[in-house]
Each structure stands twice: as structure tokens, then as C-alpha cells.
T-cell receptor, first 117, second 111 residues
Framework: GAVVSQHPSWVICKSGTSVKIECRSL??????MFWYRQFPKQSLMLMAT?????????EQGVEKDKFLINHASLTLSTLTVTSAHPEDSSFYIC?????????????FGPGTRLTVL | LAKTTQPISMDSYEGQEVNITCSHN???????ITWYQQFPSQGPRFIIQ???TKVTNEVASLFIPADRKSSTLSLPRVSLSDTAVYYC????????????FGKGTRLHILP
């Protein structure tokens, strides 16, 4: 099956700093990738759709200036949490669907655990 | 997107067959039913997808009645490693690929 990776797998930072998370599709090209956030014992919440070569589309209530998304190539999307605060501590997960794959069959990365002190 | 309702949690024992039912009363004609599995601290994994009747793969079976207003994910002979959250999704194909997750069912397998 298709593989999506994320880096780093975990990160701890101080309040006020920015953190970049990478999402890569290893064996397929993805014009669209998705970013989710998940708090403990809760479901995944879709944050934004990352579009290769164009601006990301953010879900209602997600601050686009806070969560910067860049999809500069067909295999890489990055999420930057700017001026992180403790309430941004969460599990961030990305996903993508290979071309020609089943609709609604997304391949998810392993997630990045962000802890803001 | 059609709203789905699943039990919040379920317990079962190793070796048992587990059935998780999902209700989706307002499913549309072009909607497919998809199930995902998520282990703690991991991204979700696609399990199975179907439109009607029965679909089976190496992991699970999906039963969909004729009216499609519900579906049942069946896990045969579960083991401790099947402890996870299972999400039922109902969405049309050929759209923007966006997946909106519901609350899911937290399945706990006991020894």
C-alpha cells in the first residue's frame, strides 16, 4: 500500500516558538494532502486541505495565520505552527490519496506529537 | 455528508467475533461506506469500503442491508491487537476527498 511519512514523530518546544511538521508521500504523488489535529480521547479534526502549487483551504475556525501550510512539491506538504502555545499541544496527522486509488481511501502518516511548554 | 451514529465503546474477548454497527439514515444514492481503524498514537488505517450487500477482505467483513441505512463491520476472532478506535464514514465518491471523522467506536479486547 501507499506510504505517507511525517517528520518529526514528536517535538517539544517552548511557548512562542514556531514548529514545522513535514508530511511526505513516499511512493506516489499527491496534489492534495490533508492535515488533522487530534486531542487525547477525541476524534480527528480536519484542519485544512493542502493544495500543491496553490493556497491551502482551511476549515472553519482554523486560523490560517497560525497554522501555515505549504505544498511546494507533489510529495511534500509542511505545516508550521507559528508562535505555539500550550493549547496547541496535540497530535497532528496528515493524509493523502494516491491517484487512481479508491475514493475515501486515504493513507495517513504516523502522526506528530507536539508538546508546547 | 451523511451523519453517522456508532456506539461510543464496546468490550469483547479474544477469539470472539465483534460486530460494530453504524447508523446512517440519510445516506445518499452516491454515498459509499468506509471504515477506518486507529491504534493509539498512530494515524488511521483504511479497513474496508462498500456500497451494498457484503464486502470481505483479509481483515474484516462489511454487511450493508438493502436500505443502506446502516452497516455492520464484522471482525472475526479478535485478538488483543484489535483494540483500537473504529470509524464509520459515509461520503460520496468523485468529490474533494475530504474525510470528516465522527466520534468512532472505542473497541477494547479483553484476554
Amino acid at each position: 500500500g501507499a506510504v505517507v511519512s511525517q517528520h518529526p514523530s514528536w517535538v517539544i518546544c517552548k511557548s512562542g516558538t514556531s514548529v514545522k511538521i513535514e508530511c511526505r508521500s513516499l511512493d506516489f504523488q499527491a496534489t492534495t494532502m490533508f492535515w488533522y489535529r487530534q486531542f487525547p480521547k477525541q476524534s480527528l479534526m480536519l484542519m485544512a486541505t493542502s493544495n500543491e502549487g496553490s493556497k491551502a483551504t482551511y476549515e472553519q475556525g482554523v486560523e490560517k495565520d497560525k497554522f501555515l501550510i505549504n505544498h511546494a512539491s507533489l510529495t511534500l506538504s509542511t505545516l508550521t505552527v507559528t508562535s505555539a502555545h500550550p493549547e496547541d499541544s496535540s497530535f497532528y496527522i496528515c493524509s493523502a490519496r494516491p491517484p487512481g486509488g479508491l475514493y475515501n481511501e486515504q493513507f495517513f502518516g504516523p502522526g506528530t506529537r507536539l508538546t508546547v511548554l | 455528508l451523511a451523519k453517522t451514529t456508532q456506539p461510543i465503546s464496546m468490550d469483547s474477548y479474544e477469539g470472539q467475533e465483534v460486530n460494530i454497527t453504524c447508523s446512517h439514515n440519510n445516506i445518499a444514492t452516491n454515498d459509499y461506506i468506509t471504515w477506518y481503524q486507529q491504534f493509539p498514537s498512530q494515524g488511521p488505517r483504511f479497513i474496508i469500503q462498500g456500497y451494498k450487500t457484503k464486502v470481505t477482505n483479509e481483515v474484516a467483513s462489511l454487511f450493508i442491508p438493502a436500505d443502506r441505512k446502516s452497516s455492520t463491520l464484522s471482525l472475526p476472532r479478535v485478538s488483543l491487537s484489535d483494540t483500537a478506535v473504529y470509524y464509520c464514514l459515509v461520503a460520496p465518491t468523485g468529490r474533494d476527498d475530504k474525510i470528516i471523522f465522527g466520534k468512532g467506536t472505542r473497541l477494547h479486547i479483553l484476554p
